[in-house]
């Protein structure tokens, strides 16, 4: 059974708590997270980049010059591509990069990139105030460094705090326990949930144990 650290707001270690097997058991499936990463990542590209073809360009109104007698080689118009300010050919033009991935793909991914962490994993619990620099201190005296995830809990008061004390250190990310990604986990050096942020991920997965038992029963 995997455990988490317990630190208080001070950054002192208050204890241990079990991590739910669920969500932090298993085997690491690698292939599996590289492919959901992946498409997580290409979800998140705007996809608005745009070049203008030779007929979205201005100008070419007529033709440069005759077709006989010049000496120049023959051209139509000066949006061709050939010309310097002329149009692109297979150029970008705005897309979709997402990439659609089943949702017990993402689950798997995500509990494998989960039990990865199994070691990093701490619990933030009874942190007050907003400030940065008790923030800073409380990871330096846990020695917790590098990229931190911060994992809150939207229905927690405390959360709000919490988000802004450590909102400005350097290398840190914030995640909804609603919303935690795959990638967010991998690309985390330590993950940190408060204690309702834990909580609330356990008890979605629980949840959704409970339908699929019920859904193989009938």
Do not use: C
Not at 16 to 42: I, Y
Not at 54 to 64: A, L, N, T, Y
Not at 173 to 179: E, V
């Amino acid at each position: 059974m995997a455990t988490a650290k317990v630190i208080d707001g001070a950054g002192v270690q208050v204890g241990e708590r079990e991590l739910p097997e669920e969500l932090f058991g298993g085997d690491v499936n690698v292939p599996l997270m590289h492919q959901v990463a992946t498409a997580q990542l290409a979800a998140a590209r705007s996809g608005t980049a745009s070049t203008r073809t030779r007929s979205e360009v201005r100008g070419g109104g007529q033709k440069p010059w005759r077709q006989k007698g010049t000496g120049r080689a023959r051209h139509g118009s000066i949006r061709s591509p050939m010309w310097v300010g002329g149009g692109t050919v297979f150029g970008p033009k705005p897309r979709d990069y997402a990439v659609r991935v089943p949702k017990k793909m993402r689950r798997a991914a995500l509990r494998s990139a989960l039990a990865s962490k199994a070691g990093n994993v701490w619990v933030l619990d009874g942190f007050e105030g907003a400030k940065t620099k008790a923030a800073a201190q409380a990871l330096g005296k846990a020695g917790i460094g590098r990229r931190v995830l911060l994992v809150l809990d939207p229905q927690d008061e405390a959360s709000r705090g919490i988000d802004r004390a450590f909102r400005n250190l350097a290398g840190s990310a914030f995640s909804l326990s609603g919303a935690l990604s795959t990638y967010d986990v991998l690309a985390a050096d330590a993950v940190i949930f408060t204690p309702r942020a834990l909580e609330a991920l356990a008890g979605g997965a629980e949840a959704r144990r409970e339908i699929s038992a019920q859904g193989e029963a009938s």
